[in-house]
């Protein structure tokens, strides 16, 4: 068990461009999270997979972002046409799904927008 | 819906002295509960978790938390701070009928004065 790793650790873009950023859960774990943590606050849900499928999107997730889980295992979250408000760090998390309530966190990905 | 309050953004304690963070919930449904520690530019760490079993719940680094219904508080404590209790609190709940997101607070930054 390696944990949860997320790459890149820090992204800096200019305002426009677009970004990818990938999960890697652990390997056993069929369930896989997204959220997205601002300054000062909170971690706030974004999305997650079960397998390959997306069950569940946040109303956070603008139509610029988009996540895929394409073979049920590592995920990627792109946003196109990064905007200021983007700058967050983007946590990744994953969990079976008989044990839900447990939830490992990667060290997410620091983004910031200029 | 679901949410959680944490009063006190920043608590400072002296090494040895007792830890108290408070954690208010709303839950439309018996909730679980959970806090979580995070240390600078890093993901966060499961402290302990609530999931309808013993009231009182004892987690990693001699912290536990205790579930009062009557109040919907979850506070966690420590008898004793160390130096590196010093991070990032958030209280978290989620509804465990579905465990598909986790409502974050907005955390509790502790300091830890030697």
């Known amino acids: 068990d390696t944990g949860v790793s997320q790459d890149p650790r820090h992204k800096i873009t200019k305002r426009g461009q677009n970004v990818t950023f990938r999960c890697d859960p652990i390997?056993?774990?069929?369930?896989l999270y997204w959220y997205r943590q601002t300054l000062g606050q909170g971690p706030e849900f974004l999305t997650y997979?079960?397998?390959?499928?997306?069950?569940?999107k946040s109303r956070l997730l603008s139509d610029r972002f988009s996540a895929e889980r394409p073979k049920g295992s590592f995920s990627t979250l792109e946003i196109q046409r990064t905007e200021q408000g983007d700058s967050a760090m983007y946590l990744c998390a994953s969990s079976l799904v008989r044990t839900t309530d447990t939830q490992y966190f990667g060290p997410g990905t620091r983004l910031t927008v200029l | 819906a679901q949410s959680v309050t944490q009063l006190g953004s920043h608590v400072s304690v002296s090494e040895g002295a007792l830890v108290l963070l408070r954690c208010n919930y709303s839950s439309s449904v018996p909730p679980y509960l959970f806090w979580y520690v995070q240390y600078p530019n890093q993901g966060l760490q499961l402290l302990l978790k609530?999931?309808?079993?013993?009231?009182l719940v004892k987690g990693i680094n001699g912290f536990e938390a205790e579930f009062k219904k009557s109040e919907t508080s979850f506070h966690l404590t420590k008898p004793s701070a160390h130096m590196s209790d010093a991070a990032e609190y958030f209280c978290a709940v989620n509804d465990p009928n579905t465990g598909n997101q986790f409502y974050f607070g907005t955390g509790t930054s502790l300091t830890v004065i030697p």
């Open positions: 390997s056993e774990h069929n369930r």
């Open positions: 997979f079960q397998n390959e499928a997306q069950l569940e």
């Open positions: 609530y999931t309808s079993a013993a009231t």
